[in-house]
Antibody, heavy 119, light 108 residues
């Protein structure tokens, strides 16, 4: 059974940093692309970042480019999102998702981790 | 960048009725790399359709996707009570792999 478990969310001040993790199990992690998608309270889905099976290339939404970094450790079956220079508008539930192949079509999702950016 | 516009914003229907949801892209989505997701309150999204028209295993056949280029449609042939939710389209042809703003299918 495919499982994705996000962690690392919490309350952070504007300008601060957080690192999200997504522990994957139930599939061959190194064979699939992965993505992060977020959802602000009461809003729609926003794709944030994606990464190929091997770790490169990586892809970003304009809203996070230069501030967020996606990475993966295939030996630990774990996906990461390093979030720097956090803004109030980064407040959202962050989901990790598994691609069906290498791109952004996500057939499995975690339950999400809440990131709140507030002073 | 490809921007997706979904219409209508809200669809008010009754169980048993047909739902037709539209997703229009600002430029052609090549290879029909267009997906549809369903999201219910408090839940993660669920992939329904990929490649514009391919149904994910286990998704009921009342859900169907069609279209190519810039115009795509998700059709629910006969609404069941569990189908009332928000639906999003997403293109994964060109990064950023954006979502549309969503269509809410609500009880009439």
């Amino acid at each position: 059974e495919v499982q994705l478990l996000e962690s690392g969310g919490g309350l952070e001040q504007p300008g601060g940093s957080l690192r999200l993790s997504c522990a994957a199990s139930g599939f061959i992690f190194s064979n699939y692309g992965m993505s992060w998608v977020r959802q602000a309270p009461g809003k729609g889905l926003e794709w944030v970042s994606g990464i190929r099976e091997s770790g490169a290339p990586t892809y970003y939404a304009d809203s996070v480019k230069g501030r967020f970094t996606i990475s993966r450790d295939n030996s630990k079956n774990t996906l990461y999102l390093q979030m720097n220079s956090l803004r109030v508008e980064d407040t959202a539930i962050y989901y990790c998702g598994k691609s069906q192949g290498w791109a952004g079509d996500l057939n499995y999702w975690g339950q999400g981790t809440l990131v709140t950016v507030s002073s | 960048e490809i921007v997706l516009t979904q219409s209508p914003g809200t669809l008010s229907l009754s169980p048993g009725e047909r739902a037709t949801l539209s997703c229009r892209a600002s430029q052609s989505v090549s290879r029909s790399y267009l997906a549809w997701y369903q999201q219910k309150p408090g839940q993660a999204p669920r992939l329904l359709i990929y490649g514009a028209s391919s149904r994910v295993t286990g998704i009921p056949d009342r859900f169907s996707g069609s279209g190519s280029g810039t115009d795509f449609t998700l059709t629910i042939s006969r609404l069941e009570p569990e189908d009332f939710a928000v639906y999003y389209c997403q293109q994964y042809d060109i990064s950023p792999w954006r979502f549309g703003q969503g269509t809410k299918v609500e009880f009439k």
